[in-house]
């Protein structure tokens, strides 16, 4: 077997260690999975905010005069109808409209984009994007030159302001704006993975260990504390938040994942047009939904779903829910059993336990 | 954080004996390991357990992880608090957080001392 690369590491490793983190391999860099606790800090989410090293996910550039059209013609979501400071989420399809990723488009310049695409996935991506590239477009990955921060929560917006500026309390959601931090420039966009309010912070690896210490400094007094990526997956997943790789793969198209409002059929043609065209007209027979189990136990990752006698799917993606106290989970269902109420049982090591097909997201959050 | 008075299994697993009757739970290392517990499975009162067979699981946010009877026994009390508060495990592992009292069938076979257990952990806590 050939020796694994070393892992890759951030540039907040030494703080993530003094801070008590507990770190691992993931998707081949050191990243912290928790400090003081996984459900103290998805409380922290909550209640207050929480900060994020997330600077594993991969960030590449898009350039050129052809960069519009050649990105609109390889996702689903209409890139044109971007303006400069605005961000959307969309996918990487294939030609059968497979998700071969999720990601973030951002429109820097008229000509100039900004794609965040998941830290396992971003090898692959970087080869599927140079294979399809046509002239007029320049693409060059810059994971390595960007850290990213994410500060998520009802509180982070009044940290943020403290920390970076008032500007920052004006974005509305998926937009961005640059401003001027460690010498340097940060760009902040309205975004997140928690189903929270806050705030995604892109900027160069040397001034980032300065922000996080800011930010963690001045929250002290709001309840801010550090988080990592045990409760990222737990809140992302109360939000009804896809994960690629588990809950939204090749394997699945963005309509049977309740991912419809990133498919834009009128846009003209993209890559895996068709099927969505056709899945779209006819209807998709199987759909990603969210449950919850009504016995004791937690479903998991895996774990074989049942409606009737039926085995209809396996449960991708599965935990037990902080905030709500019961096990939740998602899964592919046939069309017919898809609504909520719905009877159905996971099979957890011997025991099939009941549950029941309910609405996503699992949490919403409180509107002020 | 490894009390003197117990005996220990290389599953992390604690065992306090008085007389013939064994109090069991998970240590504080593998409390540790496993992070914030959301579910605790008992086995039943009156269940046969033989030494090294699965008699329960702990269930953190992100893993699970089997409990092993560290002795043979019958199963004569189970925690039932672990049912609504498993956070017990992890703020009392060698407390409030044990999780079965047994009635021995035979001696304990192969459990570590303290001492013993403390070099198995190689020197931490």
Same mark, same amino acid.
């Given at each position: 077997?050939?020796?694994?690369?070393?892992?890759?590491?951030?540039?907040?490793?030494?703080?993530?260690?003094?801070?008590?983190?507990?770190?691992?391999?993931?998707?081949?860099?050191?990243?912290?999975?928790?400090?003081?606790?996984?459900?103290?800090?998805?409380?922290?989410?909550?209640?207050?905010?929480?900060?994020?090293?997330?600077?594993?996910?991969?960030?590449?550039?898009?350039?050129?005069?052809?960069?519009?059209?050649?990105?609109?013609?390889?996702?689903?979501?209409?890139?044109?109808?971007?303006?400069?400071?605005?961000?959307?989420?969309?996918?990487?399809?294939?030609?059968? @409209? =497979?998700? &071969?990723? *999720?990601? #973030?488009?951002? /429109?820097?310049?008229?000509?100039?984009?900004?794609? $965040?695409?998941?830290? +396992?996935?971003?090898?692959?991506?970087?080869?599927?994007?140079?294979?399809?590239?046509?002239?007029?477009?320049?693409?060059?990955?810059?994971?390595?030159?960007?850290?990213?921060?994410?500060?998520?929560?009802?509180?982070?917006?009044?940290?943020?302001?403290?920390?970076?500026?008032?500007?920052?309390?004006?974005?509305?959601?998926?937009?961005?704006?640059?401003?001027?931090?460690?010498?340097?420039?940060?760009?902040?966009?309205?975004?997140?993975?928690?189903?929270?309010?806050?705030?995604?912070?892109?900027?160069?690896?040397?001034? @980032? =260990?300065? &922000?996080? *210490?800011? #930010?963690?400094? /001045?929250?002290?007094?709001?309840?801010?504390?550090? $988080?990592?990526?045990? +409760?990222?997956?737990?809140?992302?997943?109360?939000?009804?938040?896809?994960?690629?790789?588990?809950?939204?793969?090749?394997?699945?198209?963005?309509?049977?994942?309740?991912?419809?409002?990133?498919?834009?059929?009128?846009?003209?043609?993209?890559?895996?047009?068709?099927?969505?065209?056709?899945?779209?007209?006819?209807?998709?027979?199987?759909?990603?939904?969210?449950?919850?189990?009504?016995?004791?136990?937690?479903?998991?990752?895996?774990?074989?779903?049942?409606?009737?006698?039926?085995?209809?799917?396996?449960?991708?993606?599965?935990?037990?829910?902080?905030?709500?106290?019961?096990?939740?989970?998602?899964?592919?269902?046939?069309?017919?059993?898809?609504?909520?109420?719905?009877?159905?049982?996971?099979?957890?090591?011997?025991?099939?336990?009941?549950?029941?097909?309910?609405?996503?997201?699992?949490?919403?959050?409180?509107?002020? | 954080?490894?009390?003197?008075?117990?005996?220990?299994?290389?599953?992390?697993?604690?065992?306090?004996?008085?007389?013939?009757?064994?109090?069991?739970?998970?240590?504080?290392?593998?409390?540790?390991?496993?992070?914030?517990?959301?579910?605790?499975?008992?086995?039943?009162?009156?269940?046969?357990?033989?030494?090294?067979?699965?008699?329960?699981?702990?269930?953190?946010?992100?893993?699970?992880?089997?409990?092993?009877?560290?002795?043979?026994?019958?199963?004569?009390?189970?925690?039932?608090?672990?049912?609504?508060?498993?956070?017990?495990?992890?703020?009392?592992?060698?407390?409030?957080?044990?999780?079965?009292?047994?009635?021995?069938?035979?001696?304990?076979?192969?459990?570590?001392?303290?001492?013993?257990?403390?070099?198995?952990?190689?020197?931490?806590?």
């Amino acid at each position: 077997m050939a020796a694994q690369p070393p892992l890759k590491t951030t540039p907040l490793k030494d703080r993530h260690l003094r801070a008590g983190a507990r770190l691992v391999a993931f998707a081949g860099w050191e990243m912290p999975v928790q400090y003081q606790g996984v459900l103290a800090e998805h409380r922290a989410v909550r209640t207050a905010a929480g900060l994020f090293d997330v600077s594993h996910m991969g960030e590449v550039e898009v350039s050129g005069k052809e960069a519009v059209g050649w990105l609109d013609s390889l996702t689903p979501n209409h890139v044109a109808r971007l303006e400069v400071g605005q961000a959307h989420y969309s996918a990487l399809l294939d030609e059968n @409209a =497979g998700i &071969l990723d *999720d990601l #973030l488009i951002y /429109r820097l310049e008229a000509d100039r984009f900004l794609l $965040v695409i998941n830290a +396992a996935n971003t090898t692959a991506d970087l080869e599927w994007l140079g294979s399809h590239r046509r002239g007029g477009v320049e693409i060059e990955n810059v994971t390595d030159a960007t850290a990213l921060l994410a500060l998520q929560g009802p509180v982070a917006a009044k940290l943020l302001v403290q920390v970076m500026g008032p500007e920052v309390e004006s974005l509305r959601p998926f937009r961005f704006r640059f401003l001027a931090w460690g010498g340097g420039e940060a760009l902040i966009s309205r975004t997140g993975y928690t189903g929270e309010d806050g705030f995604e912070i892109y900027l160069s690896p040397q001034p @980032a =260990g300065q &922000l996080w *210490d800011a #930010l963690l400094e /001045r929250g002290r007094d709001l309840g801010v504390s550090p $988080v990592g990526l045990g +409760a990222r997956d737990t809140l992302r997943l109360e939000a009804g938040l896809c994960l690629h790789g588990q809950d939204i793969h090749a394997g699945t198209t963005p309509l049977e994942a309740g991912l419809g409002f990133i498919v834009k059929l009128d846009k003209g043609e993209f890559m895996g047009r068709h099927v969505l065209a056709r899945q779209r007209q006819e209807g998709v027979t199987r759909r990603l939904c969210g449950f919850r189990l009504l016995e004791r136990g937690i479903a998991r990752h895996g774990h074989e779903v049942y409606v009737g006698d039926s085995h209809v799917g396996e449960v991708t993606s599965g935990t037990h829910s902080p905030t709500l106290g019961q096990s939740i989970g998602m899964a592919y269902l046939p069309w017919e059993a898809t609504q909520p109420g719905q009877a159905l049982a996971v099979q957890v090591r011997g025991s099939r336990l009941a549950g029941e097909v309910v609405p996503l997201p699992f949490y919403r959050r409180p509107r002020t | 954080m490894i009390p003197d008075d117990v005996k220990y299994t290389k599953e992390h697993e604690w065992v306090r004996q008085e007389g013939r009757t064994v109090t069991v739970g998970i240590t504080h290392h593998a409390q540790k390991e496993m992070g914030d517990l959301v579910f605790v499975e008992l086995p039943r009162p009156g269940q046969q357990l033989k030494a090294g067979q699965p008699m329960g699981t702990v269930e953190s946010v992100k893993a699970v992880s089997e409990v092993f009877a560290p002795v043979t026994g019958k199963v004569v009390e189970v925690n039932e608090a672990l049912a609504d508060h498993p956070e017990k495990v992890n703020q009392d592992p060698h407390g409030d957080g044990w999780m079965a009292r047994i009635d021995l069938e035979g001696e304990p076979q192969g459990l570590m001392t303290a001492a013993e257990y403390r070099a198995f952990l190689g020197g931490g806590d």
